[in-house]
C-alpha cells in the first residue's frame, strides 16, 4: 500500500474492546515492539503472546517483519485482540494473498463484544439490589 523513501511498509489498524492498536510491518528480521518495549515484556502471560503471534504463525510470516505497535486504551487482554488484528491487516496489505489464509482462521474479524453499562437502580449492568423480606 505504502510505500515511503523508497522502504516499504504496511499500516494496519486493530481494534477490541475499548482497545486501539496501530501496526506497522516492514520487511525484516522478526522484531516485534509494542510501545517502545518487546513484546514479550509487554505481554508477560504467554496466553497474550500466543494471541498477538497467532497471525504470524497461520501465515509462516515469522521473522519476515519487523513489528512497531502503538497500544492505547482498555486492558492487556484486549490490547492483545486489538494488537493481533492490527498485525493481520497489515499482512495482508502487505501480500493480498494471506487474506484467505488470515478469514478462514477469523484473524480478521473484530469481535464486536464490549462492556454493557450500567443501569441506573442497578449495582451493576445487571445485578439488581439484593432482596431483604423484612
Known sequence: ????SKRQQWWGTGRRKTSVARVLIRPGT????????DVQAYFSRRQHREQVFAPLKATSAE???????????????????????????????????????LKEQ??????PRMVERKKYGK???RR???????
Open 1 to 4: 500500500m505504502a510505500q515511503t
Open 30 to 37: 522478526g522484531v516485534i515492539q509494542v510501545n517502545a518495549r
Open 63 to 101: 521473522g519476515k517483519y519487523d513489528i512497531t505497535a502503538r497500544l492505547r486504551g482498555g486492558g492487556i487482554s484486549g490490547q492483545a485482540g486489538a494488537l493481533s488484528l492490527g498485525i493481520a491487516r497489515a499482512l495482508v496489505q502487505a501480500d493480498g494473498t494471506l487474506e484467505g489464509v
Open 106 to 111: 477469523r484473524f480478521l474479524t473484530r469481535d
Open 123 to 125: 449495582h451493576k449492568a
Open 128 to 134: 439488581a439490589h439484593q432482596y431483604s423480606k423484612r
